[in-house]
């Protein structure tokens, strides 16, 4: 089992900048594709930004310049940093790891942290 702790989020200024964090801890042999996803509210869940672990990263494009993601594989942690924020990106923020033990991949995520952006 995998345990997937969030932090960072809260209320932040449109045009400030904000840190998520996600670790991950447990049992696991590799973790592979980590993830960032937002549901705003009355909204489906969606994907904001992937990061692999050849450290590939991806965005939606809505995001693009203004979030980055990186992860720090000594401490099984994948970050969000949002800068330059807009009342649109308010959501609940969830992270998402795909981890490998042994042979096969399963899926975890986080519990979910609120970003309220301020306008």
């Known amino acids: 089992q995998v345990q997937l702790v969030e932090s960072g989020g809260g209320l932040v200024q449109a045009g400030g900048s904000l840190r998520l964090s996600c670790a991950a801890s447990?049992?696991?042999?590799?973790?592979?594709?980590m993830g960032w996803y937002r549901q705003a509210p009355g909204g489906r869940r969606a994907l904001v930004a992937l990061?692999?672990?050849?450290?590939?990263?991806h965005y939606v494009d809505s995001v693009k310049g203004r979030f980055t993601i990186s992860r720090d594989n000594a401490k099984n942690t994948v970050y969000l940093q949002m800068n330059s924020p807009k009342p649109e990106d308010t959501a609940v923020y969830y992270c998402n790891v795909e981890v490998s033990v042994i042979l096969t991949k399963y899926d975890y995520w986080g519990q979910g942290t609120q970003v309220t952006v301020s306008s």
């Open positions: 447990g049992r696991m042999s590799k973790i592979n594709t």
């Open positions: 990061i692999t672990s050849g450290d590939i990263t």
